[in-house]
Antibody, heavy 119, light 107 residues
Framework: QVQLVQSGAEVKKPGASVKVSCKVS????????MHWVRQAPGKGLEWMGG????????IYAQKFQGRVTMTEDTSTDTAYMELSSLRSEDTAVYYC????????????WGQGTLVTVSS | SYGLPQPPSLSVSPGQTARITCSAD??????AYWYQQKPGQAPVLVIY???ERPSGIPERFSGSSSGTTVTLTISGVQAEDEADYYC??????????FGGGTKLTVL
């Protein structure tokens, strides 16, 4: 059973960066393909990027290219998502999510981290 | 990249059948997945690989596909099924794509 526990809510000013963490338990991070999905208030789900096991690389949604970085610390089984040059439209709940077997989906999700961007 | 159109809303009475469709021209090459999301909660996978149901998901949830359309069917809808439902697939590069979501209201 995979458990994903995310870091707490953040409030940031426009132009700043935010780094959200996702601690894995039940599996090791190397056994999983971590992805990040966000949801703006009252809006739908939006995929930001994640690890593609087919080519062994992290891929990012075109919308976030150059502004998002996803990293992993395998020594602590923690995944990170850093988003820079924040603007008000980045206010959202950010989720880490992963499939428990190879595939382009997620059956395990973190609890979500609310990031508020406000001056 | 491509979009996955879904109806924005659907209302059904308890005991009726709810069918939510999702269309994409790339679906024949990629599986579709369905998630249920209740307010304030993370999404829950209810259908994978077009029609498979994860353990713990009630049998009233089923999925099907036909050409470029996939359908989530909830038979005998219950009040607890009121939620937002999202379809999801992936393009040839491995990028995930979500539908816009369908708000299911149980009358």
């Amino acid at each position: 059973q995979v458990q994903l526990v995310q870091s707490g809510a953040e409030v940031k000013k426009p132009g700043a960066s935010v780094k959200v963490s996702c601690k894995v338990s039940g599996y090791t991070l190397t056994e999983l393909s971590m992805h990040w999905v966000r949801q703006a208030p009252g809006k739908g789900l939006e995929w930001m990027g994640g690890f593609d096991p087919e080519d062994g690389e992290t891929i990012y949604a075109q919308k976030f290219q150059g502004r998002v970085t996803m990293t992993e610390d395998t020594s602590t089984d923690t995944a990170y998502m850093e988003l820079s040059s924040l603007r008000s439209e980045d206010t959202a709940v950010y989720y880490c999510a992963t499939p428990s077997w190879r595939g382009y989906f997620a059956d395990y999700w973190g609890q979500g981290t609310l990031v508020t961007v406000s001056s | 990249s491509y979009g996955l159109p879904q109806p924005p809303s659907l209302s059904v009475s308890p005991g009726q059948t709810a069918r939510i469709t999702c269309s994409a021209d790339a679906l024949p090459k990629q599986y579709a997945y369905w998630y249920q999301q209740k307010p304030g909660q993370a999404p829950v996978l209810v259908i994978y690989k077009d029609s498979e149901r994860p353990s713990g998901i009630p049998e009233r949830f089923s999925g099907s596909s036909s050409g470029t359309t996939v359908t989530l069917t909830i038979s005998g809808v219950q009040a607890e099924d009121e939620a937002d439902y999202y379809c999801q697939s992936a393009d040839s590069s491995g990028a995930w794509v979500f539908g816009g979501g369908t708000k299911l209201t149980v009358l």
